[in-house]
């Protein structure tokens, strides 16, 4: 079966940090491209980052620039997300998703497999 699953959330104070791991099983990861979503309560679900298969080409939101860090270890079947500087606004559920291929797309209907998300809180 086709599996994403992520940990490494918790609650962290503001200018924290803390590292999302997404774990694949069942499929080639690195043969698709990788991103990280989230989602706040009563707000729209926003996607932060991206990365390409193989890593050649990174992007990320305006929101997290500077701050988030999105990398992979296709060895382990593995992708992160290293989270600086974080600020209250970060808060959210996050998704680890990958795409049917190996290039990243600016349309979330265009991951098609999802992990069950994990909750981020930055607050004092």
């Known amino acids: 079966q086709l599996q994403l699953v992520e940990s490494g959330g918790g609650l962290v104070q503001p200018g924290g940090s803390l590292r999302l791991t997404c774990a694949a099983s069942g499929f080639a990861l690195d043969l698709v491209a990788t991103g990280w979503f989230r989602q706040a309560p009563g707000k729209e679900q926003e996607g932060t980052s991206c990365?390409?298969?193989?890593?050649?080409?990174?992007n990320y939101a305006d929101s997290v620039k500077g701050r988030f860090t999105i990398s992979r270890d296709n060895a382990k079947n593995t992708v992160y997300l290293q989270m600086d500087s974080l600020k209250p606004e970060d808060t959210g559920v996050y998704y680890c998703?990958?795409?049917?291929?190996?290039?990243?797309?600016?349309?979330?209907?265009?991951?098609?497999?999802w992990g069950q998300g994990i909750q981020v809180t930055v607050s004092s």
């Open positions: 990365i390409t298969s193989r890593g050649e080409t990174i």
């Open positions: 998703a990958a795409r049917g291929g190996p290039h990243c797309g600016s349309k979330g209907s265009d991951f098609i497999y």
